[in-house]
């Protein structure tokens, strides 16, 4: 497709319930990010990947977040244990081949989570 | 560790009137600097973008920036606004060879008619 598809666009989760956001990437894009956005304010890297490897998770928490790009299916990120804090707008982006080359990173249109 | 500051949190602007944000970087080496515009209930647009080349950068909807590598500086500028320009606008940077955006906090723009 010609944009990142973000599902759901919404989600409520009761604390200490899983949550699982899909996303996926323009067509023959190979890296893939995924954004936390608490209160419409700061943008928190959480992981990319370049393809199905995990290229930088440095912004990972170490509990509960995880994530997966496996091929052939859409990207995922998956919350365990779902915290009130958790509660955001969960953005993805893809690009091509390699972003320092001059590609531009595009994003979905989020996923917003709230845990009550 | 990159980093981005945009000084003004809110600023509000009648139609007409020349807009000038500020965005502030910090990176030892080679950078790639966007702006992007978030309206209201929506995703993250690209306005524009600096790679290489001319630092004064010119994006959609009339908007442009400048590079000005001595400041660390990449301010985004429109000589007239629109009332349908209302919506946050996001600084962000990438040093090169690092594949992440790192953003500023953001800048909400409110535009009165």
């Known amino acids: 497709g010609e944009e990142v598809a973000q599902t759901p666009k919404h989600l409520v989760r009761g604390e200490g319930q899983k949550a699982k956001l899909y996303c996926a990437p323009i067509k023959g894009h190979s890296y893939v990010f995924w954004y936390q956005q608490v209160l419409k304010n700061e943008f928190k890297f959480l992981i990319s990947f370049q393809n199905e490897n995990v290229f930088d998770e440095t912004g990972m928490p170490k509990e509960r977040f995880s994530a997966k790009c496996l091929p052939n299916s859409p990207c995922s990120l998956e919350i365990q244990a779902t915290k009130l804090e958790d509660s955001a707008v969960y953005f993805c982006?893809?690009?091509?081949?390699?972003?320092?080359?001059?590609?531009?990173?595009?994003f979905g249109e989020g996923s917003w989570l709230t845990v009550v | 560790a990159q980093s981005v500051s945009q000084h003004n949190h809110h600023v509000i602007l009648s139609e007409a009137a020349s807009l000038e944000l500020g965005c502030n970087y910090s990176y030892g080496g080679t950078v790639n600097l966007f702006w992007y515009v978030q309206y209201p209930g929506q995703h993250l647009q690209l306005l524009l973008k600096y790679f290489s080349g001319d630092p004064l950068v010119k994006g959609i909807k009339g908007f442009e920036a400048e590079f000005i590598k001595s400041k660390f500086s990449f301010n985004l500028r429109k000589p007239s606004v629109q009332w349908s320009d209302t919506a946050e606008y996001f600084c962000?940077?990438?040093?090169?060879?690092?594949?992440?955006?790192?953003f500023g906090t953001g800048t909400r723009l409110t535009i009165i008619p």
């Open positions: 962000a940077v990438k040093g090169f060879g690092n594949e992440k955006l790192t």
């Open positions: 982006a893809s690009s091509q081949l390699v972003p320092s080359s001059g590609n531009t990173i595009y």
